[in-house]
């Protein structure tokens, strides 16, 4: 005979109190104002800051093998895409 849920259900005790709350964890880190974006600041884990977007510049997207960037800041969505072509 195959057990339903409900049957399983009633098997369980009352739940049991609340634990007390962990650690804080790392996050994001506090700030950030309208139009920045959080980047990692090294390799290390949660390592990161707040910067504000830019452009890449001619000498950033030339020669690169592939460069993505947006920007929304002005409510539309623009795109920088390195395609490797001039």
Do not use: C, H
Not at 34 to 55: C, F, H, I, M
């Amino acid at each position: 005979m195959a057990l339903f849920w409900t049957q399983l259900a009633s098997l369980l005790g009352p739940p049991g109190q609340a634990g007390p709350p962990g650690p804080q964890g790392a996050g994001v880190p506090a700030g950030g104002n309208e139009g920045q974006t959080l980047r990692k600041r090294s390799n290390s884990d949660y390592d990161s800051e707040w910067v504000q977007a830019s452009p890449p510049s001619a000498e950033q997207l030339a020669g690169a093998q592939r460069y993505q960037w947006w920007d929304t800041s002005d409510g539309a969505l623009t795109l920088y895409i390195e395609d490797g072509v001039s």
